[in-house]
């Protein structure tokens, strides 16, 4: 069964780099893997999104192994606006808007 | 901007009622999504819609019905309340030919409680 699993939370400091990955043990062949940033009382909000290798916007990098099994938002100099929580999508690999497979999100706090 | 609004951001019922949630999206997007987000859980698909009068279900579908009758709107029909569908419920849209990108619009939520 295809599953995704992320850090429940992670804390950092204004001006730091943060990594959170995320693991999709069962990946679709085709599948872009998607990071998503919600605040309280909002919807998610579409950051970044990749295939392979290493993609950058102008909000996040994300990094995507061979395998493809796992992959890594990296926020650069995180703010207090940062704090949020992450989450990671990935269609399985049976396929079909279906499978969508979100995380269960990665709570950041940044502090001053 | 794109721009998706649901129609309630709190709503209480009580067992038993027949609940609506309506979702609203003004970009012409053939894909639309119904999502339920509970704590610990992430966000997990309900049904989705990929042109009108078109429906497929998600992962837990079961206790829901959908209707898009209209490409603009997708409605969320809880046909008889129960409290474990107490959670937030949250509506999404997606451009054309998006395909495997999962690069949804989200709206803003709707807080249901089920008494």
């Known amino acids: 069964l295809a599953k995704t699993t992320q850090p429940i939370s992670m804390d950092s400091y204004e001006g730091q780099e943060v990594n959170i990955t995320c693991s999709h043990n069962?990946?679709?062949?085709?599948?872009?893997i998607t990071w998503y940033q919600q605040f309280p009382s909002q919807g998610p909000r579409f950051i970044i999104q990749?295939?392979?290798t290493k993609v950058t916007n102008e909000v996040a990098s994300l990094f995507i192994p061979a395998d493809r099994k796992s992959s890594t938002l990296s926020l650069p100099r995180v703010s207090l606006s940062d704090t949020a929580v992450y989450y990671c999508?990935?269609?399985?690999?049976?396929?079909?808007?279906?499978?969508?497979?979100f995380g269960a999100g990665t709570r950041l706090a940044v502090h001053p | 901007d794109v721009k998706v609004t649901q129609s309630s951001r709190y709503l209480v019922k009580r067992t038993g009622e027949k609940v609506f949630l309506e979702c609203v999206q003004d970009?012409?997007?053939?894909?639309m999504f119904w999502y339920r987000q509970d704590p610990g859980l992430g966000l997990r698909l309900i049904y989705f819609?990929?042109?009108?009068?078109?429906?497929e279900k998600g992962d837990i579908p079961e206790g829901y019905s959908v209707s898009r009758e209209k490409k603009e709107r997708f409605s969320l029909i809880l046909e008889s309340a129960s409290t474990n569908q107490t959670s937030m419920y949250l509506c999404?849209?997606?451009?054309?030919?998006?395909?495997?990108?999962?690069?949804?619009?989200f709206g803003p939520g709707t807080r249901l409680t089920v008494t």
């Open positions: 999508l990935v269609g399985a690999a049976e396929g079909g808007y279906n499978k969508l497979i």
């Open positions: 069962n990946i679709a062949t085709n599948d872009y």
């Open positions: 970009m012409d997007h053939e894909n």
């Open positions: 819609s990929y042109d009108v009068k078109m429906k």
């Open positions: 990749g295939y392979k």
């Open positions: 999404a849209s997606s451009p054309p030919g998006s395909g495997r990108t999962y690069e949804q619009y």
